[in-house]
């Protein structure tokens, strides 16, 4: 697979809570090398590769995890939990919104 798409594969992934919550939990932000991917990869934002995305929330968390404390909270069920709901909320006012 070319790397423009497994990194597109990755960070949309990221729009999964549980999916970051257990890269929280394998202690993956603890690497100061993968936080730095994290890092490289917002690249992402940028109109000529975000057009790619299906889930732009993906974008939002890949913001969200350069900071530590929100790594840290990541391995809290309560706040990820939190998150779910928050998600949930999100897509239901977006689907009532348009009508669905």
Do not use: I, T
């Amino acid at each position: 697979m070319p790397r423009f798409e497994e990194e597109l594969e990755f960070v949309q992934a990221l729009a999964n809570v549980d999916y970051v919550a257990h890269l929280a939990r394998q202690n993956a932000f603890d690497n100061p090398a993968f936080v730095a991917f994290l890092g490289y990869l917002s690249y992402w934002k940028q109109a000529e590769y975000a057009r790619y995305l299906q889930y732009p929330l993906c974008l939002r968390v890949l913001e969200l995890l350069q900071r530590p404390s929100f790594r840290a909270a990541l391995k809290n069920a309560q706040f990820v939990e939190y998150l779910k709901q928050q998600q949930y909320q999100q897509w239901l006012y977006r689907a009532l919104s348009d009508g669905v």
